[in-house]
């Protein structure tokens, strides 16, 4: 069954704005990741925060885990053309190593 | 160097054809897996192998056969393809370690006529 949502579906910003993304699911997680895929790609790994963790930043990116919630969020700061790609949320499950997607978050960034 | 790569990218073929992809990881990973991902860009787990043996296989029809010949290798196999086979086919790789991330590779798309 689907674990991961993204919210929004869609996200359309001018360059050297935030994004925000966020991400619900429905089970107790070990972790949880965000993922990127540009057009006609596999996804690449970009951050992963753990279930006991409440926030980690990388770059330009920075992630929140609510487990109370149920729910992450992604934040792109000031975005560049580049990042326009899909993000998804990944998580894994306490039974490890079982990760379950959501459709993704289809982000463009307008130059 | 590409850590996980998997042929071909495109496959276009007709109903009812048997039709493989092929997958390879050099990354020293034990852990393999199948995606499908479908037109709405959702992404399902089909299958995962940790040292050749099998350990998830999710609801997925018994005409997509997975075989491992060895750790850096998971292939997949459809037999009498249908229509709602057309998809994206990720293969991914990643150590069975919590906390370990996947590694993906291009992916193979598959359209059936």
């Known amino acids: 069954s689907q674990q991961g949502e993204e919210d929004p579906q869609a996200l359309s910003i001018q360059e050297g704005e935030n994004a925000t993304m966020n991400c619900s699911y429905k089970t107790s997680i070990n972790n949880l990741q965000w993922y990127r895929q540009n057009s006609g790609r596999g996804l690449v790994h970009l951050i992963l925060?753990?279930?006991?963790?409440r926030e980690k930043h990388s770059g330009r990116l920075r992630v929140t885990l609510d487990t109370s919630k149920k729910s992450s969020s992604l934040l792109i700061t000031a975005s560049r053309a580049a990042d326009t790609a899909s993000y998804f949320c990944a998580t894994d499950l306490n039974t490890g190593n079982q990760f379950y997607f959501g459709t993704g978050t289809s982000l463009t960034v307008i130059p | 160097d590409t850590a996980v790569s998997q042929t071909p990218k495109y496959l276009v073929t007709q109903m009812g054809n048997d039709k493989s992809i092929k997958c390879e990881q050099n990354?020293?990973?034990?852990?393999m897996y199948w995606y499908k991902q479908d037109s709405k860009k959702f992404l399902k787990i089909m299958f995962s192998y940790n040292n050749k043996e099998l350990i998830i296989n999710e609801t997925v029809p018994n005409r997509f056969s997975p075989k491992s010949p060895d750790k850096a290798h998971l292939n997949l196999h459809i037999n009498s393809l249908e229509l709602g086979d057309s998809a994206v086919y990720f293969c991914a790789s990643s150590q069975l370690l919590r906390n370990s991330p996947l590694h993906f590779g291009n992916g193979t798309r598959l359209t059936v006529t």
């Open positions: 990354l020293g990973h034990d852990t």
């Open positions: 925060i753990r279930s006991n963790e």
